[in-house]
């Protein structure tokens, strides 16, 4: 069953894996977005994670040791940038750019001794038994435990933020840090906690960028994959279902360009592999637009600093 | 404890300060961290900020510093005003490009014809070329309210691989026997960008920049509209009941920068860079933007902030060939730079006291 030279079962279940680093680090920047920060910072997280999951994977021989390394790595980095603008009070989009250019200055300098390496292989979870079903096998069952994984913290995420006291606080923090302020909540040491788990969810999916997806080690590894996931949150509106919907549209058009490619499609290869990068703006303009206004949605005090007077 | 207490106004000795203190301040844990590679702390130091200046082969690289400061002041400027309102246009680098391919489209179109008006028109193309590329982001944003971050950033991916047909497919050299790249500038005089004065690396770009940072302070400090973006920047309310139109600003602010940044790329192509190639661009429209935050978004202060980020590539390049730092500790370096500065810059605006008691 093949659609010119692409086959859906297989298309749909690498785009599984394709979204899981955007996936992953969506997820993580939704939560810092929702205690009201904004950083643009993803990219440089991401690629920190994808250098400090490397080596410590590469050294330690242990994939799981990796993404330990990688998640890391991230949320340190993301340390720099709560420490600037909670403690500091500097301009967080601002911050969030250095970060970027920072982090992107710093994997290059850190990867320098790792190319051409290959990182030990990250196996599927489930016995093959289970992966030779034709067609639900290699969708539901033919993946490695981080797909699992992101799934899983889709639904934490989404269950944190809507039924627990945490995800009120949290969210009482970023839609009016003044009023959580005066309820005795400390907003700059929640806010801190929110930055260093979004960081540590982009370094886990920088991480998986260079441990699977690619698999090794080259400088600005995640070609902009940081940018995107900042736009699959204003894509999902702040909600964590939304953006796994978000992340899985974006993987199944690297995954089906990627495809086409290959396939020797005659659309040229540069309008192909510019194809994401235009549907992310595509999808920006709907949804800022028109009903779909994901601004409302918006936490209310993002990217504001608190600065308490009293 | 210690606890910060805002500034009725903002510190008028800091604000010049804060960008001393965050250089020295990155040359100190700079130095940190090329030590921990391996190498001479001071003698990285001195390669980067004394030699291209004082040294033995300063004749050459104080050219070399011009040809690297034209593009990121004129770029910078162009962001500045944007910053000032509070409008982020972070795809200088894609505008840049596109720019450039615009720029050179025309001059390559007309190629080998010689007339004094070619290198005119080029530049006019190159402008509008960055300025076309810039209005995407601008007309999104003011349109449909679409986040001018994002779409700038993704139009820079896009701008890349636009670049990467145009030196293998549509701007090709047809003699170049097959090889990527375009025909190469400096072989058709027409077109070309060349060293005004032999040796001193000044180019048109150079003299463009030094007019464009004129231009620019006196449009903030004399004009209405330079005030109107200030407005916007610092009390958006109160610019609203002053009855600045919010979309003019975005079109005029983001428009401007991308034309500077087309120009650059424009200048870049056809004289350091000699031709459209796949990796023609170096990231000025990236390091740009620390350059814009280091000049205090002040046109005077951008001009010695980009000398000064030359500075870095110039004797980052000598370090990395004469002491083997690899290419990326200037990279490192140049980001810490912007950290320390925003970090700093709270002095400016805040005041550390001591707290009494709980």
Redo the contacts between chains.
């Keep these: 069953m093949d659609f010119g030279g692409i086959n859906p079962v297989i298309l749909i279940a690498s785009l599984m894996v394709a979204s899981v680093p955007i996936l992953l680090a969506a997820l993580g920047e939704l939560v810092t977005e929702k205690a009201g920060v904004l950083n643009?910072g993803v990219e440089g997280m991401m690629i920190m994670g994808a250098i400090c999951g490397f080596i410590t994977a590469v050294h330690s021989g242990s994939p799981v040791a990796g993404f330990v390394g990688g998640a890391l790595g991230g949320a340190a980095l993301s340390l720099?940038f709560a420490?600037?603008t909670q403690v500091?009070?500097?301009?967080q989009?601002?911050?969030g750019?250095?970060l970027t250019?920072?982090?992107?200055?710093?994997s290059?300098?850190m990867g320098?001794n790792y190319n051409g390496i290959k990182p030990p292989l990250t196996g599927a979870l489930l016995p093959a038994t289970l992966r030779e079903i034709p067609v639900v096998g290699p969708i539901v069952f033919g993946h490695d435990w981080m797909v699992y994984l992101s799934i899983l913290v889709v639904a934490a995420v989404w269950w944190v933020l809507k039924a627990t006291r945490l995800g009120l606080i949290l969210r009482a923090v970023g839609e009016s840090h003044e009023a959580a302020h005066a309820l005795g909540y400390r907003v700059r040491l929640i806010r801190l906690g929110a930055i260093a788990f979004g960081g540590a969810l982009a370094g886990l999916g920088g991480a998986y960028i260079s441990l699977v997806r690619v698999p090794q080690w080259v400088?600005g590894i995640t070609?902009?994959a940081g940018?995107?996931a900042?736009?699959i949150v204003?894509f999902a509106s702040w909600k964590p279902w939304r953006a796994l919907i978000g992340a899985y549209l974006f993987g199944g058009i690297t995954v089906l360009q990627l495809n086409l490619q290959a396939a020797g499609s005659r659309i040229?290869v540069?309008?192909l592999?510019?194809s994401p990068?235009?549907v992310?703006?595509l999808v920006?303009?709907i949804m800022?637009?028109g009903r779909g206004r994901a601004?409302l949605n918006a936490p209310a005090a993002l990217g504001q600093n608190f600065?308490a007077?009293r | 404890m210690l606890r910060l207490e805002k500034r009725p106004n903002p510190s008028r000795f800091w604000l010049y300060a804060t960008p001393v203190v965050a250089v020295v301040l990155t040359m100190f844990f700079g130095g940190l961290l090329f030590a921990l590679m391996g190498t001479n702390p001071f003698a990285v130091i001195r390669t980067i900020f004394w030699d291209p200046l004082f040294g033995e082969f300063a004749f050459y690289l104080r050219g070399q510093l011009l040809v690297k400061a034209g593009p990121l002041i004129l770029i910078a400027i162009g962001l500045s005003l944007g910053f000032r309102a509070g409008i982020w246009n972070i795809g200088a680098e894609g505008q840049y490009i596109m720019g450039a391919i615009c720029g050179a489209a025309v001059g390559l179109a007309v190629y080998p014809t010689e007339n004094r008006l070619i290198f005119p028109l080029m530049i006019l193309a190159g402008a509008f070329g960055g300025w076309a590329w810039a209005m995407i982001p601008a007309i999104l944003k003011t349109r449909f309210n679409t986040n001018e971050i994002l779409v700038s950033l993704m139009l820079v991916y896009v701008a890349q691989t636009i670049l990467a047909k145009a030196s293998t497919g549509f701007l090709k050299n047809p003699e170049g026997m097959g090889f990527p790249g375009s025909r190469n500038f400096s072989g058709y005089p027409a077109a070309a960008n060349p060293e005004l004065i032999a040796g001193s690396g000044l180019h048109w770009g150079g003299v463009a920049a030094l007019i464009v940072a004129v231009a620019a302070w006196v449009l903030l400090s004399r004009h209405i509209i330079g005030f109107q973006i200030r407005l916007s920047g610092q009390a958006p309310r109160a610019a609203r009941f002053h009855g600045v139109n919010p979309s003019r600003l975005v079109v005029l602010c983001m428009g401007l920068s991308g034309a500077l940044a087309g120009l650059a790329g424009l200048f870049e192509v056809t004289g350091p860079a000699g031709q459209i190639s796949i990796d023609f661009n170096v990231g000025y429209g990236f390091t740009a933007i620390i350059v814009a935050f280091l000049g205090r978004l002040n046109p005077i202060g951008i001009v010695l902030a980009g000398v000064l980020m030359a500075l870095t590539y110039v004797g980052g390049e000598m370090a990395s060939t004469n002491l083997r730092l690899p290419a990326a500790a200037i990279q490192v370096f140049q980001g810490m730079l912007l950290f320390f500065l925003l970090g700093v810059d709270v002095l400016t605006n805040y005041r550390i006291r001591m707290a009494k008691g709980g």
């Design positions: 643009l720099v420490f600037v500091l009070l500097a301009n989009v601002a911050t750019l250095a250019l920072f982090g992107l200055g710093l290059s300098l320098q400088d070609a902009g940018w995107i900042l736009a204003v040229p540069e309008y592999s510019m990068y235009l992310t703006i920006l303009v800022s637009s601004a600065h007077t």
